[in-house]
């Protein structure tokens, strides 16, 4: 199992930026299949942000392209998401994500962290 910790979500006026982590522990960022960034608002189904996958693939939603950025650092075992140019539409929980691969599944989430955006 991967316990994740999320951080760095807050208040911010619209056009501003926030950079959230996620840091791991109990398996090394490196070997887990993918991490990705969810995002949940109210009424709303949680939707997949980013993810990156332990080959270095990265896909990102239609609606953050250009403006958001996974990216992680193996030594302090950290996935982040920069986020700027941000909306109101923006606004929700954002989660960490760790997945397994078939052979080996998990699927862990952090807590969340609230991004809220003000117009």
């Known amino acids: 199992q991967v316990q994740l910790v999320e951080s760095g979500g807050g208040l911010v006026q619209a056009g501003g930026s926030l950079k959230l982590s996620c840091a791991a522990s109990?398996?090394?960022?490196?070997?887990?299949?993918?991490m990705g960034w969810y995002r949940q608002a109210p009424g709303k189904q949680r939707e997949l942000v980013a993810a990156i996958t332990s080959g270095g693939r990265i896909n990102y939603a239609d609606s953050v392209k250009g403006r958001f950025t996974i990216s992680r650092d193996n030594v302090k075992n950290t996935v982040y998401l920069q986020m700027n140019s941000l909306k109101p539409e923006d606004t929700a929980v954002y989660y960490c994500?760790?997945?397994?691969?078939?052979?080996?599944?998990?699927?862990?989430w952090g807590q969340g962290t609230q991004v809220t955006v003000s117009s």
């Open positions: 109990g398996r090394s960022i490196f070997s887990i299949n993918a």
């Open positions: 994500n760790a997945r397994g691969a078939s052979w080996n599944f998990y699927d862990d």
